[in-house]
């Protein structure tokens, strides 16, 4: 479904991505992982379209995704999330989801500028999608709160609600369980693994060790923006080189 | 700025017993009550009051479509008094040069605005911030220029009179003027305030907190503030016109800086985000000089005073002071219970 070859992202002097190559196939969960400055974010940049690939490919069910707007590449059914928080603080829970459905919400300008029924229709059934997301996350109770008050787990929450809620093919998480306690990162794992089972490909960054255990199919580690390894979650330990990334020279 | 004055939301279990319907159909008497009184206020007031009160409508107009801008969409651009007076100029030229009627030329007026609103929007699409609000400031400059120098379409510095301000033949006093003041202004608050509630406000307010996270979910970030220029524009480009009936005459120092400071200690004492603070902002700081007439100097150092207050005391401005001790009064983009 997504196919990455070769991709290379140099800002100056520096190169952040060199040759990277994947491909996650729809229902899998594919992780990314590596130390800080691996270049973990930077190759999530270049395949979402916010930062320019100096050279390479990525496909996504056949289509070159390089130089696409993020807006043009989420339209062909791609979410993300944000590391440093992609919430929308001055607004509601319900309203942060609403806008993540934006493209399926079909009213029109004028329509909605003249309250004509077929707008108002629309709206109210994407507060119904809405609702029905917060739901399945476990937060339906913070529906009415201001988003720039809830607390960090909680926002990463409402972000993942919102990027799931237009029934995207490939999401692709920046680091979703920083800030969730136990209880919420397990549920996040069965909702992960739930949503590969309907044919959803996920693509994560992941440093938590616990999650990338049990939600990976295939865990991929970078390190200097080269792939080191790509492996099964069950091989990583006996990794030597990724062990070595993490742990320095033993 | 907001975290200490964000009243943490009407407890839930309190908003789900009160009955949705009921706070619903409450907001629904209370907008009705306002119109009746608005509508039957004509006939408790003198001509004098009566121009004062539709100068306070205009300004609500200019202080619901500044707001798009500076408030929802989050841009600090200064146009305002550009798309009022490019409203003013297209509706009394197209009067006094072409012979149209005044609603004709309203129209024209309007669509001005919103025209040349969605062309200022363009500029916005590469610069923001400080820079934003210089040019900005330019344009509303350069737009006075044309007015003063191009005396063969504008009449010049002086500015002109207007034909006959009528009605389906109909001359218009200012009781007449009031009326289509009124239903003017309510059809653009309205429209304004739907729009606020559907996926374009949303949008605005997403573009205004976070960029990159609204392109990622699809939002097409510059066609939104070109959106957002050109509705300000429209409505701003309406009061405009309505301020061309007003006072019979277009003038260039009529929209001046003076003219952008007033419009924006208007919408920073109504509260930034909030429709209902544009209005109530407007009729005070339009009914306030009337009031201080009698005492010269006073004037200013009020005006001074209220902004310096309202910027300590009140960051979310009346808007939000009315919001926390009226529940039922309480804006959203969207609101869980249905609309008002």
């Keep these: 479904m997504l196919d990455v070859s070769d991709l290379s992202v140099r800002f100056g002097g520096l190169t952040a991505v060199s040759g990277l190559s994947f491909s996650v196939r729809a229902g899998e969960v594919f992780t990314m992982m590596g130390p800080n400055g691996a270049g973990k974010t930077t190759a999530f940049n270049a395949i979402g379209g916010f930062v320019r690939a100096t050279a390479g490919r990525v496909r996504f069910d056949g289509r070159d995704l390089i130089g696409l707007p993020p807006e043009k590449i989420a339209s062909l059914g791609i979410r993300r999330t944000f590391q440093n928080n992609g919430i929308l ?105 739930e949503l590969a089972r309907t044919g959803i490909a996920i693509l994560l960054v992941e440093h938590v060790q616990d999650l990338v255990m049990a939600v990976s199919d295939q865990v991929l580690v970078l390190n200097y923006g080269k792939r080191i390894a790509q492996c099964v979650p069950a091989e990583l330990k006996n990794n030597a080189e990724v062990l070595e990334a993490y742990l320095g020279h033993a | 700025m907001r975290e200490l004055t964000s009243s943490p939301a009407l407890p839930r279990v309190a908003r789900n017993l009160a009955a949705p319907s009921r706070e619903r159909a409450l907001r629904r008497t209370a907008l009705a009550a306002t119109l009746v009184v608005l509508c039957v206020l004509p006939f408790f007031v003198n001509d004098y009051v009566q121009f004062v009160i539709n100068t306070m409508i205009v300004y609500c107009l200019v202080a619901v479509g500044f707001n798009v801008v500076i408030g929802y969409l989050g841009q600090l651009a200064f146009v305002s008094a550009g798309f009022f007076g490019v409203g003013a100029y297209a509706t009394g030229l197209s009067m006094a040069h072409l012979g149209l009627p005044f609603p004709l030329a309203a129209v024209i007026g309007t669509l001005a605005g919103g025209l040349v609103g969605g062309l200022v929007g363009l500029p916005a699409l590469r610069v923001r911030g400080h820079y934003l609000a210089i040019i900005s400031l330019a344009v509303g400059e350069i737009l006075r220029w044309v007015y003063v120098h191009a005396e063969a379409v504008t009449f010049g510095a002086g500015g002109f009179t207007l034909p006959d301000v009528r009605l389906g033949g109909q001359l218009l006093g200012d009781k007449g003027k009031y009326y289509v003041f009124l239903a003017a202004a309510v059809a653009a608050i309205a429209a304004t305030s739907l729009l606020l509630r559907s996926r374009f406000g949303r949008a605005f307010v997403a573009v205004r907190n976070n960029e990159p996270a609204a392109a990622s979910l699809g939002i097409r970030v510059k066609r939104v503030k070109v959106i957002a220029f050109a509705w ?22 009529s929209f001046g800086l003076a003219q952008v400071l007033l419009h924006f200690a208007i919408v920073m004492i109504g509260g930034l985000g909030s429709l209902l603070g544009s209005v109530l902002g407007a009729v005070l700081l339009t009914g306030a000089p009337e009031l201080l007439r009698n005492f010269p100097g006073l004037e200013e150092i009020v005006f001074s005073l209220m902004l310096i207050g309202v910027l300590f005391f009140m960051p979310k401005g009346l808007g939000g002071l009315v919001a926390r001790t009226v529940p039922l009064a309480r804006e959203r983009l969207f609101r869980s219970n249905g609309d008002a």
């Design chain 1, 89 to 193: 603080r001055e607004m509601t829970v319900l309203e942060n989801v609403l806008t993540g459905l934006e493209l399926d919400t079909p009213s029109t300008f004028w329509g909605s500028a003249l309250g004509l029924p077929a707008s108002g229709r629309a709206e109210r059934e994407a507060v119904a999608k809405a609702r029905r997301m917060l739901a399945e996350m476990e937060i339906a109770d913070l529906e009415d709160r201001s988003a720039g008050d809830l607390s960090f787990g909680q926002q990463r929450l409402v972000e993942i609600a919102r990027a799931l809620v237009a029934g995207a093919r490939l999401i692709m998480l920046d680091e979703p369980a920083v800030g969730l306690s136990p209880s919420e990162r397990a549920h996040l794992a069965t909702t992960l693994r």
């Design chain 2, 232 to 253: 300000s524009g429209l409505v701003i480009g309406l009061a405009g016109a309505l301020y061309a009936a007003l006072n019979g005459r277009v003038s260039p120092d």
